[in-house]
Each structure stands twice: as C-alpha cells, then as structure tokens.
C-alpha cells in the first residue's frame, strides 16, 4: 500500500495553452478510498491516467509512496488498473485472465496458482474458473477484471467508471462488492465515475472536478452539507438542490416575488447584497399540523408529482430566475420553459411517501430555513453565516 500525492498537477494537450487538468493539489492517504467526480469533460480519467502513467504529465508532479513516478513507464509504478470495459481475453478461460500478469511478470507456477485460487475466492468466482468470458454475464467478467487487479497485490488500485456497463440492480451489488473489498485488503484506491450514488456510497473523501481545476474535496457528508461553491452544491445531491439568484436585505432573502424571513443571526452576516440561495429538495416539508409555525411558506401549485414508492417528488414553479448547471458543468441562468410554459423557475421538493399532493392542487411548503445555502452571485463561492456554522457543529 502507498499514498499518492499530486502536487500542481496539469495536462496539456498539443500544445494549445488549454488545459484538461489544472494545477491539482491532491493528497490521498495510504489505504484510501478516493473518488474523483464531475460531468464529463471534466478531467477525471485524464488525471486518473497521469496517475497510472497513460498520459504524460505537462507540469506538476506525481508521488506514488516515497517515489516521484512522473515520469516513470505505467509497468514501473506498481498500480493496476480496472477498466470501464473489462479488456478481457476472450480466448483465456477465467483462470488464465487472472493470472495473466503473473505470469508475464514470469512468477512460479505453484505461487500462482495460489493467488489465483485466493483472488477467485475473495469473488466468488471459483466455479467459473474454467470458463471463457463469453460465458460470463457482465457482473462476473467485472470481477474477473477486478481480480487480475488484485492478483497482482500493486499497491495503489485506479479504476475508470468500472461499473458503467451493468444494470442498475448489479451496479448496486457491485458497489457493495467494492466497499467490502476495500475494507477487507485496504489498498490505496483512486475511482474514476460520473455517477454521483457511486461517489457518495463508496468515497471516504470524494474530490469533485469543473473544466479540469478540483473544486472542494472532502467526506460525502461535507460535501453535501457545507458545499464550498454553487457547483459543489449543484452538482452533489439527487435530486439536485434548487439554485435561485436572490437579494438579501431587511432581514429576508427574496427571490422573484417570494421573500422568507431569516433568523436573525444569519441576516446581520448576509447584510445587503446579491447571492445565490440553494434549498435542497429534502429541506421542503409539506405544512401541517407537526410543522413549526414559525418557518417561512410557500404556497405553490405542483406541475408534476414523482411517486417513487419510498418518497415523493413534487415538482413546482415559481416567480424567479433559477440557476442549472450547463452540460459543461457551469453555471447558467437559463430557465428551462418545457414544464412550466413561461420563464418561472422549477424547484423540486422531496416529500413523505404518501403526502396528500396532486398535480395542479395548491399546497403549502414549509422551509427549513436554518439549512438554507447561501453562495456569493460573482464567484458562486460559499457564504457563511451563524446558522450554518452552528448547524455543522451540532
């Protein structure tokens, strides 16, 4: 096992002065479960290649242990990596696959034979061991791959989007296969996905990425609650959390025709300005009996009603301008007209199952104002105040 250190790392391609990945600092620590993620293009795999030795670094350097790999070959590094597409022999049957390195690295045949058996057995795998990969389905052929990774005992694995391939019921088992696996050896792992349930269920830190520059890494659970900017805060959650440019002013916050009154420690460390409010659908609570009377209300009426069984989504517009994240993964001001027919803003509540909401019946929002993200509207740089610091500490 090793920690990696990344220290001003960038890529630049061809020479254009645009960069892929931009000055990263990252430290991950021996035996480490590091999940990098962001929309695509945002320079994840090019900076999980760096760290395999794929792609040459421009500047900066890498440090795999106590060695400055930068500019070692992939073979000399002593990482293995797991691959969105399996990249198995379809000629070998699975035994062979495994051990496939082993024996290139030229290792006795009674050792590997051992590892091999060990490895199979960690997986699962030991009645498909005669098997060829076209007899696999695709869950296994990924714990083949997963276990020529781990037959070599590297110390550091780097894996690209290893689940992508599978449905969404073996993907979920996979992600538990993963999380015992690592508890189970404790090798140093650096995941590559786009798929944020991955990074949250399976980081201990995640590092979220933006048009190559890292934008805040830290727990799931940090990430969630104290987001350092509008697109950490965009990005990380689902469903995603409402975004609304607003002002802050008289001891209110108020976007568009609405204004919810703010406790009054948070108003004096806003003051007057422009910003950007975020209220995550969870922080909706449909008004009632059991609700304090005190937080601030919305009335609205719902466009769409989500029925997932274990939670509802009530989807509704309202009179002000919303803020999404673009397919690049910045911030835009456009309004998605689809739903609503006009300019309003969507916002998205998550609900009880079983709350009494129907499309096209007003109903009445409580806020949770004391979990009400605040973010500066020119850098989109996180704002604290009293309530949020006293929230984080509880």
């Known amino acids: 096992m090793a920690a990696i250190k990344l220290t001003g790392v960038s890529?630049?391609?061809?020479?254009?002065?645009?960069?892929?990945?931009?000055?990263?600092?990252?430290?991950?620590?021996?035996?480490?479960?590091?999940?990098?993620?962001?929309?695509?293009?945002?320079?994840k795999s090019?900076?999980?290649?760096m760290i395999a030795g794929l792609e040459d670094v421009t500047y900066g350097e890498i440090a795999i242990g106590e060695r400055d790999v930068t500019d070692l070959e992939p073979r000399d590094r002593d990482v293995a990596m797991v691959f969105q597409n399996y990249a198995l022999y379809p000629h070998?049957?699975?035994?062979?696959?495994?051990?496939?390195?082993?024996?290139?690295?030229?290792?006795?045949?009674?050792?590997?034979?051992?590892?091999?058996?060990?490895?199979?057995?960690?997986?699962?795998?030991?009645?498909?061991?005669?098997?060829?990969?076209?007899?696999?389905?695709?869950?296994?052929?990924?714990?083949?791959?997963?276990?020529?990774?781990m037959v070599r005992q590297p110390a550091a694995y780097l894996m690209d989007e290893p689940l992508s391939n599978l449905d969404a019921k073996l993907r979920v088992a996979m992600r538990a296969e993963l999380a015992r696996l690592h508890e189970q050896l404790g090798v140093t792992t650096v995941y590559v996905t786009h798929d944020q349930v991955e990074a949250m269920t399976l980081g201990q830190r995640v590092a979220v990425l933006r048009g190559g520059v890292l934008q805040q890494c830290d727990t799931p659970e940090t990430l969630f609650e104290r987001p350092a900017n509008a697109f950490v805060a965009?990005?990380?959650?689902?469903?995603?959390?409402?975004?609304?440019?607003?002002?802050?002013?008289?001891?209110?916050?108020?976007?568009?025709?609405?204004?919810?009154?703010?406790?009054?420690?948070?108003a004096r460390a806003l003051g007057e300005r422009e910003l950007i409010v975020g209220v995550r659908p969870s922080d909706f609570l449909l008004a009632g009996p059991g609700v304090d009377p005190a937080l601030p209300r919305l009335?609205?009426?719902?466009?769409?009603?989500?029925?997932?069984?274990?939670?509802?989504?009530?989807?509704?517009?309202?009179?002000?301008?919303?803020l999404d994240l673009d397919g690049r993964g910045g911030l835009t001001g456009e309004r998605d007209a689809q739903l609503t027919g006009d300019d309003r803003a969507l916002l998205t509540a998550r609900l009880e199952a079983g709350s009494p909401v129907a499309v096209g019946q007003p109903v009445e929002l409580a806020i949770r104002r004391d979990r009400l993200h605040f973010f500066d509207?020119?850098?989109?740089?996180?704002?604290?105040?009293?309530?949020?610091a006293l929230s984080a500490a509880s």
């Open 377 to 388: 509207r020119a850098d989109g740089l996180r704002i604290e105040t009293a309530a949020a």
């Open 46 to 49: 090019t900076l999980l290649r």
């Open 299 to 322: 009335r609205v009426v719902p466009e769409v009603v989500e029925r997932l069984g274990s939670e509802i989504h009530a989807i509704f517009g309202v009179e002000a301008r919303q």
């Open 234 to 266: 965009g990005f990380i959650g689902s469903p995603a959390m409402n975004l609304l440019e607003a002002q802050a002013a008289d001891g209110a916050v108020r976007f568009g025709a609405e204004s919810l009154a703010l406790e009054p420690a948070v």
């Open 92 to 149: 070998l049957t699975v035994r062979e696959n495994i051990g496939f390195g082993l024996k290139l690295r030229k290792t006795a045949k009674a050792e590997m034979a051992e590892r091999v058996e060990r490895v199979a057995r960690s997986l699962g795998l030991t009645e498909y061991l005669d098997r060829k990969p076209a007899q696999l389905s695709g869950g296994q052929r990924q714990r083949v791959a997963m276990g020529r990774a």
């Open 11 to 43: 890529k630049e391609y061809d020479g254009s002065g645009a960069l892929a990945v931009d000055d990263v600092e990252l430290e991950i620590a021996d035996g480490e479960f590091m999940v990098l993620v962001g929309p695509s293009g945002c320079g």
